[in-house]
């Protein structure tokens, strides 16, 4: 079946050190979207990418970058991460040709600051 | 930018009846109109969605309605089931730029 797949689904990191969130996808779409969730909150949209362009929200901070090597991975790199950092990271891809299409969430990796 | 708000915040509605979650929407060219329902510690899923021109939709229990003039549009669930309960959130976007989602509405149907 086609999916958006994330790794490792929970991930525990200590205090500054780097961490890196990945996201696969068999759908085909050309954009993907990584979000920040915390407990009770919307999503929260970090960047996103329209094919190769990569896009990123004026408030993300500069410890949050990102990757996408090809159209079915895409990666989240959290260089030092903070306490304020742990939450729920999701990715999710949409069609983007002639869109507005819907957007597919992967199941999420939440991750722990220790 | 677009600006999302979503009404109410949490919502209490006994098993059977109808509950009703309104969001407003600041960008008059935005013409997608997503609803999604997320259980606690799971990914948002998509229950309904509406485009700004159809006025109105429904799938089964759950309907959405569209009044793009006022810019607004709501959720409607009918005879409600404990397993509705969740917290479900609207969004917004127009042509290929990304959802601005409202802030939630958490639901509780009560047995």
């Known amino acids: 079946d086609a999916m958006v797949i994330q790794n490792p689904r929970y991930q525990v990191t200590q205090f500054g050190k780097p961490v890196t969130l990945s996201c696969s996808q068999t759908?085909?779409?050309?954009?993907m979207y990584w979000y920040q969730q915390k407990s009770s909150q919307a999503p929260k949209l970090l960047f996103h990418?329209?094919?190769?362009?990569?896009?990123n929200e004026a408030d993300t901070p500069d410890n949050f970058q990102s990757r996408r090597p090809n159209t079915s991975f895409c990666f989240l790199d959290i260089r030092s991460p903070g306490l304020g950092d742990a939450a729920m990271y999701l990715c999710?891809?949409?069609?983007?040709?002639?869109?507005?299409?819907?957007?597919?969430f992967g199941p999420g990796t939440r991750l722990t600051v220790t | 930018g677009e600006n999302v708000e979503q009404h109410p915040s949490t919502l209490s509605v006994q098993e059977g009846d109808s509950a009703v979650i309104k969001c407003t929407y600041s960008d008059s060219a935005s013409n997608y109109f997503p609803w999604y329902k997320q259980e606690l510690g799971k990914r948002p899923q998509l229950i309904i969605d509406?485009?700004?021109?159809?006025g109105e939709k429904k799938d089964q229990r759950i309907a959405v309605t569209l009044n793009k003039t006022a810019k607004h549009f709501s959720l409607h669930i009918t005879e409600t089931q404990p397993e509705d309960s969740a917290v479900y959130f609207c969004?917004?976007?127009?042509?290929?730029?990304?959802?601005?989602f409202g802030k939630g509405t958490r639901l509780s149907v009560i047995a």
């Open positions: 999710a891809t949409s069609n983007g040709q002639g869109g507005p299409y819907e957007q597919y």
């Open positions: 509406i485009r700004s021109n159809v």
């Open positions: 759908l085909n779409h050309n954009v």
């Open positions: 969004a917004a976007s127009r042509g290929n730029t990304p959802l601005v």
């Open positions: 990418y329209y094919d190769k362009d990569f896009n």
